[in-house]
Structure formats: structure tokens, C-alpha cells
Nanobody
Framework: QVQLVESGGGLVQAGGSLRLSCAAV????????MGWYRQAPGKQREAVAT???????NYADSVMGRFTISRDNPKNTVYLQMDSLKPEDTAVYYC???????????????WGQGTQVTVSS
């Protein structure tokens, strides 16, 4: 089993920055991808950014140029640097990891508990 431990959420004024961290702890053979999703009140969960083991990354259009995802492979940790934050970035942010366990045919998805990001105007 794998646990995703998130940190770094909080309250910030518009235009400010926050950095989220997520560490995958447990039985990990390899991690195919790690990413961040968010869910605002009354809205569906949406993908924010994903980074693959190759280093390739994807971003939602709404955060392109403002958010940067990075990954420390030896530490099984992913980071999300959020700059130029806007009130519409307010949401609960969830870490997700697609993990390959030794002996398993297919990778498994894991989710963190979520961390609140609030951007005041």
C-alpha cells in the first residue's frame, strides 16, 4: 500500500504564491506519474498538472504559465509551485499518483487527503 502525504496549503492574497508538496510513502516499485487535482465548492474535480517519470508534464489551460509542477524521483515527491494566484484558484487540492507495485500487472491509483488553498481578493 501507498500513502500520499500532502502539505503546503493555506490562505494567501491574490497575486501571492504557495508551494504544495506530496510524498508517496510505502511499498513503491516505480511511479508512472504524479499530479495535482482540485475541487472547488459545487464543482467537479479537475486536473491541474501532471508529471510523468520521463519528466514530461501537462497543465490545465487555466494554470499554464502560473503553476509549475516538479518531481524528486528518489524521494517519490511531487511539488506544485503556484504563483500569481487568483481567487478562482481557491479549492481543495488533491495529490494523485499512479504506482506500479512489483508483481502486479497493472499500476494502481492513489489519492491524498486533500489540502485547502484559499486565495483572497
Amino acid at each position: 500500500q501507498v500513502q500520499l502525504v500532502e502539505s503546503g496549503g493555506g490562505l494567501v492574497q491574490a497575486g501571492g504564491s504557495l508551494r504544495l508538496s506530496c510524498a508517496a510513502v510505502g511499498s513503491v516499485f516505480s511511479i508512472y506519474s504524479m499530479g495535482w487535482y482540485r475541487q472547488a465548492p459545487g464543482k467537479q474535480r479537475e486536473a491541474v498538472a501532471t508529471i510523468f517519470s520521463s519528466g514530461r508534464s501537462n497543465y490545465a489551460d487555466s494554470v499554464m504559465g502560473r503553476f509549475t509542477i516538479s518531481r524528486d524521483n528518489p524521494k517519490n515527491t511531487v511539488y506544485l509551485q503556484m504563483d500569481s494566484l487568483k481567487p478562482e484558484d481557491t479549492a481543495v487540492y488533491y495529490c494523485e499518483a499512479t504506482v506500479q507495485h512489483m508483481g502486479d500487472m497493472l499500476p494502481k491509483d492513489y489519492w491524498g487527503q486533500g489540502t485547502q488553498v484559499t486565495v483572497s481578493s
